[in-house]
């Protein structure tokens, strides 16, 4: 099984530029998540999607977007990179966004550089 | 606010017990969960409390106390491939995961 699958592995980009980070999960799971990962600090949520169709903003929504078109793809766009964008970030999943039981399941990572 | 405190570093020899502290504030609570995260990759879920007291799994042994905002992870045994970050991450009242940096946990022969 796949899992989450994240696109690319790796990026540098230059400030200004636009990019989008795919993810894709083969789980069927309802919620889907993106987060930041920085040196010294816990991962960040950006933005979630408890469900296709409905997104909702993290602690640190600002410059990023989210679509959430379907079950399986949840992309997040930059659209206009600046160098604090920086970070190793991660996609992730779970059943339900709203259960306690709620275990998250990770893509690999896609480590952006803005310079 | 909510805040996740726990050691930034800890060293430990291999065969040996190591426990990791995590002493948490959130906006309400829905369980807590601890992760493990081997640089340059993804973390993996470890173990999940939501009830006060020990849940063991194997090595690794997760406790909670809610009335404290306290949890403790244990590893038994330490082998080499155990060097990782440990995540503690409490879920809040919205089913948010709120994330602690992580303690880096280094493994000596």
């Known amino acids: 099984t796949a899992g989450i699958t994240q696109a690319p592995t790796s990026q540098i980009l230059a400030a200004g530029r636009s990019m989008t980070l795919r993810c894709t999960q083969d789980?069927?799971?309802?919620?889907m998540y993106w987060y930041r990962q920085d040196l010294g600090l816990g991962l960040r949520l950006i933005h979630y999607?408890?469900?296709?169709?409905?997104?909702g903003k993290g602690e640190v929504p600002d410059g990023y977007s989210v679509s959430r078109a379907n079950t399986d793809d949840f992309p997040l766009t930059l659209a206009s990179a600046v160098p604090s964008q920086t970070s190793v970030y991660f996609c992730?999943?779970?059943?339900?966004?709203?259960?306690?039981?709620?275990?998250?399941?990770f893509g690999p990572g896609t480590r952006l550089t803005v310079l | 606010g909510q805040n996740i405190d726990q050691p930034t570093e800890m060293t430990a020899t291999e065969g040996a017990i190591v426990q990791i502290n995590c002493t948490y504030q959130t906006s309400g609570f829905n369980g807590l969960f601890w992760y493990q995260q081997h640089a340059g990759e993804a973390p993996t879920f470890l173990s999940y409390n939501v009830l006060d007291g020990l849940e063991e799994k194997g090595r690794f042994s997760s406790f909670l106390s809610r009335s404290k905002g306290y949890s403790y992870l244990l590893l038994k045994e330490l082998q080499m491939k155990d060097s990782a970050s440990y995540l503690c991450a409490p879920m809040d009242s919205n089913y948010q995961l709120i994330w602690g940096a992580g303690t880096k946990l280094i493994i000596k022969p």
């Open positions: 999607s408890n469900t296709a169709g409905t997104t």
């Open positions: 789980m069927r799971h309802n919620a």
């Open positions: 992730a999943s779970s059943d339900s966004g709203t259960g306690d039981y709620n275990e998250q399941f």
